[in-house]
């Protein structure tokens, strides 16, 4: 029953994009199909298919054995943080980040990410039928994230009609960065991460081709040089130092984040037990109403149609209603110790729903970054979907737990 749920579930979310597409008329439902299937197979084959659970399990080992490089510079600098049965989130999770971005800006310097970034973005453009760029973006913010592939696209962006780029603005909103895949894998399965990561991808394609039809002509069907002209190759250490700065400010900004988005939720969430408790004082009610149970409201009907139980559907809509509204951070954390005690779909539910930057700070992220790379004209048309916005990133991250969870059981 409950697998059948999630198969009514996957064509409620599809259904919920077209009725919300801002020209019906124009969806290209062929390359929509195309699409689905294709994450179809994923999903199957990475979760389901031996050897496509092996690969995943494999690079998942792979991720960490970096990761453990990562702890023996952090246990050179504080040996005190890394020699104890249970490192802090912010050791465990964010401090392997120091190397992982530098790891990936090397690839980038050595022109060997690119490359592949361009190959893969062709495979997909061909196997989808989209048009390019958007192709090529999704693999590109599949890698350095969606601030970071936004300004390295600056030179494209500011070719491109306003609705191209509102489909990439939306696009922005379910990726997650190369370098941030180190601190998930810490805190909830690595296999279900590198699941996640691919899946959304194709599903952001697949949700802004409903939500925002675009036609291309094929002379307008290119990719520009990303490039600015008259850029000069900064010296490679120089370049590193750079990089090594670039990622300890990211650790910070996200250490603050984390912080201050648990603090106001703690703050909110007593304020709220604290009304609550005086007005059931009043009318003899037993029982405490909190932030949990307000956020869950809103996701507990899509957290049903994921194929969960009531009473676990409930929890999990909590959890994904926190996600949106704080970070995933915040929830992995809360998580991390149980995760692996959940049963296999409950598991991949949550886990890969977690997996994407959409929450409301992206949305400032995405619009500003675009503030300072398009026509104000652009900004401006970019900046009157914002609810879209969301509503794509959401989208996304429930089709990815939707499609994963039909195999995971």
């Known amino acids: 029953m409950y697998l059948l749920i999630n198969i009514i579930g996957l064509a409620v979310f599809l259904g919920i994009a077209v009725l919300f597409s801002r020209n019906r008329k124009e969806i290209h439902w062929k390359s929509v199909v195309i699409l689905v299937v294709v994450n179809l197979f994923l999903a199957w084959f990475f979760v389901f298919f031996p050897w496509g659970n092996w690969f995943v399990s494999k690079m998942a080992d792979g991720i960490s054995w970096v990761i453990e490089s990562a702890n023996a510079g952090t246990g050179f600098a504080f040996a005190s943080f890394v020699n104890q049965k249970q490192m802090d989130m912010a050791i465990s999770a ?30 997909l453009a061909k196997v989808t039928r989209q048009p390019k760029f958007e192709s090529f973006f999704g693999i590109e913010m599949m890698f350095l994230g969606n601030t970071e592939a936004l300004a390295v696209s600056s030179e494209q962006l500011k070719r491109m009609n306003e ?22 894998v810490t805190m909830i399965p690595g296999e279900l991460v590198l699941t996640a990561i691919p899946l959304n991808i194709i599903n952001a394609i697949i949700v802004t081709s409903i939500l925002n039809p675009v036609s291309v002509e094929e002379r307008e069907d290119i990719i520009y040089n990303l490039k600015e002209e008259g850029a000069q190759r900064q010296p490679f250490f120089s370049f590193l130092g750079d990089s090594v700065i670039n990622a300890g400010k990211l650790v910070l900004i996200i250490i603050a984040f984390v912080i201050s988005f648990v603090a106001l939720a703690d703050l909110l969430d007593r304020f709220i037990n604290l009304i609550t408790g005086i007005i059931g004082g009043w009318i003899h009610v037993k029982g405490s109403f909190g932030l949990n149970q307000i956020l869950g409201v809103f996701m507990y009907p899509f957290a049903l149609l994921l194929g969960l139980p009531w009473d676990t559907a409930w929890i999990v809509a909590q959890q994904m209603a926190k996600k949106i509204v704080t970070n995933e951070f915040v929830v992995m954390g809360q998580i991390s110790d149980v995760v692996k005690s959940y049963d296999p779909h409950r598991r991949a539910v949550i886990s890969t729903f977690l997996v994407s930057f959409a929450n409301f700070s992206t949305i400032g992220m995405i619009v500003g970054t675009l503030k300072g790379i398009v026509n104000q004209k652009t900004s401006d048309f970019v900046s009157k979907y914002v ?23």
């Open 94 to 123: 964010l401090f392997p980040i120091l190397l992982v971005v530098p790891l990936f800006d090397i690839l980038m310097y050595l022109n060997i990410l690119p490359k592949f970034i361009g190959a893969v973005g062709w495979l």
């Open 163 to 184: 609705v191209r780029v509102l489909t990439i603005a939306m696009m922005s909103m379910s990726s997650v960065s190369g370098a941030i895949v180190g601190a998930y």
């Open 387 to 409: 609810p879209m916005m969301l509503l794509s990133g959401i989208l996304v991250s429930l089709l990815t737990a939707a499609f994963v969870g039909l195999f995971a059981w």
